[in-house]
């Protein structure tokens, strides 16, 4: 007799993909009312498993019951009717198309015949209200930053009632503030019965939220848990060693300035932005969404102009908004957007690896495919990228390994000044262990590195110095010995005083909040 509590039920779930065995045998149940997480080292099989119960993948061996009876998944339909809605980490949302026009897409109110726009955008509107998100449901998608994107997301799948609803790395883009917003949202549909599945790298999110976790490693699932269980106790099961040291940082000696900026300025964007980075050392840039950190990052590689303000590499002035003359200095940049900006989705990981070094490796119109094929399967060594082959589409791979090539490819191209925006979101502690070990040799190795991180842990942990951004502006400095979390968010929090401002506190004007980071 089946359970009437539990809503979905997976026994002996196998998928396969040439080459790789991408789930082996996975058990999972989720029950009314409850959050149960997911968790599981980049590569693990979670996001296969989510792509089943969403129907994106069919399953080649093991079942799938819903409400006690066996069920097929064969479209975003099936997980309709069967109450199933997911939300994915890769945006499912139309650029060209409003904030309402997303929600409602291929389900919009109609009355006469016509679509009931009014309506539309006032039950658009309840929703966003519910997530606490401030957008009109007149916006354009393409209009909005990241943190927005994900909560339209979110709105979308509360409108489709479901009584599953899987979250995939929901909170990877959002501000503290914003993450309670959503735990107060996933608390209330707990409560109204909703059955959640919850994926996130953030162990300290698990007990906070969670009621059970599964750990899935290698394709298998290796135990089923309390929520409170201690954290150590689930890196073990997940990575299957312990961590002893999250945040490996080692100072090396510093040397001179390889990244010098002076007086930045992008109009309403971000004003008067210096900083310079030493051979040797990681600046972090910490701030709330839109206090412009991305904007500067973008800047400083040359993908966006600026007014006014000086870039220097090594001594030398950059052209102001020329990427090639930012790459020919030893700039590269690795980009909050990795699938965006930072991969070409439908090459593969050989061909990606050596995006920026193709140039340096073609003499008279030959590439030295020899020499660049040796080159990327020295690197994807290097990196412990997890791939079928150097041939593998980059797409195909997971978030943790997407990164590595992202990096790898400026490791190719002997970058002596990296920036890395948001360089660990979305992956598991055991690569962000190894990314930040990789921070290490660059750093031991005489490069300058410029983190931008929305994990303020992680910026502490891994940072020399503490860059603090707000409104558009360098809020204040800190050593690592000074930076702690209250003096980080003391700045990031304050009104930052222009040049010229009068010394009797006189507010500085208010600087318009970019969109993005």
């Known amino acids: ?253 510093t040397g001179t300035p390889l990244l010098s900026v002076e007086g930045l300025t992008r109009d309403g964007v971000f004003h008067d932005v210096g900083f310079e980075v030493r051979a040797g050392e990681v600046v972090g840039i910490a701030g709330l969404v839109g206090a412009g950190r991305t904007e500067v990052a973008r800047a400083v590689f040359g993908a966006d102009p600026y007014d006014r303000g000086t870039v220097r590499v090594g001594g030398a002035v950059l052209r102001r908004a020329d990427v090639n003359a930012a790459m020919a200095a030893g700039i590269g940049l690795v980009p909050e957007d990795r699938k965006g900006q930072g991969l070409v989705l439908d090459a593969s990981v050989e061909e990606n690896l050596g995006l920026v070094t193709l140039r340096s490796a073609t003499r008279a119109g030959i590439v030295d495919l020899k020499g660049q094929h040796a080159a990327a399967e020295r690197i994807a060594d290097r990196l412990g990228v997890r791939m079928a082959g150097l041939g593998q589409q980059v797409r195909t791979l997971s978030g943790g390994n997407q990164q590595k090539v992202v990096i790898g490819k400026w490791l190719l191209a002997d970058a002596r000044v990296l920036i890395l925006d948001e360089p660990t979101r979305g992956i598991d502690v055991g690569a962000k262990v190894e990314i930040y070990q990789l921070i290490n040799e660059l750093t031991a190795a005489g490069a300058a590195v410029l983190m931008i991180s929305s994990d303020l842990p992680e910026v502490l942990g891994m940072s020399d110095r503490v860059l603090v951004m707000a409104q558009g502006r360098i809020a204040g400095e800190l050593t690592a010995d000074e930076a702690t979390q209250d003096a980080v968010m003391s700045l990031a929090v304050s009104t930052p005083a222009a040049p010229g401002t009068p010394a009797d506190g006189t507010p500085a004007t208010e600087v318009e909040a970019p969109r993005g980071h």
């Not at 750990?215 to 073990?236: H, K, M, Y």
Request: proline letters at 4%.
């Open 1 to 253: 007799m089946s359970d009437p509590d539990e809503l979905l039920r997976i026994e002996g779930i196998r998928k396969t993909f040439p080459g790789v065995i991408a789930l082996d045998g996975v058990d999972f149940d989720l029950r009314r009312g409850e959050v149960h997480v997911l968790l599981g080292e980049n590569g693990a099989g979670k996001s296969t498993l989510i792509k089943m119960l969403s129907g994106a993948y069919t399953p080649d061996a093991g079942r799938i019951l819903a409400g006690g009876q066996e069920v097929r998944v064969h479209g975003a339909q099936d997980a309709a009717r069967l109450g199933i809605a997911t939300i994915y980490q890769e945006f499912n949302l139309v650029p060209d198309l409003t904030v309402a026009e997303n929600i409602f897409l291929g389900r919009q109110p109609r009355r006469f015949g016509m679509i009931d726009r009014g309506r539309m955008e006032a039950d658009a509107e309840v929703l966003l209200a519910r997530v606490g998100v401030d957008v009109s449901p007149r916006a354009r998608v393409r209009e909005l930053g990241i943190a927005r994107l994900q909560m339209v997301e979110i709105a979308k799948a509360l409108s489709l009632d479901a009584r599953v609803l899987i979250m995939d790395e929901p909170t990877a883009v959002l501000t503290s503030e914003e993450v309670e917003k959503l735990f107060a949202i996933v608390r209330a549909l707990r409560a109204d019965g909703v059955g959640i599945v919850f994926i996130t790298h953030h162990l300290d999110e698990i007990a906070a939220l969670g009621d059970r976790v599964t750990v899935i490693r290698d394709g298998r699932s290796v135990g089923q848990v309390p929520a409170s269980t201690p954290e150590d106790e689930l890196v073990r099961l997940m990575v299957g060693r312990s961590i002893a040291q999250q945040y490996p940082r080692e100072r090396p000696e």
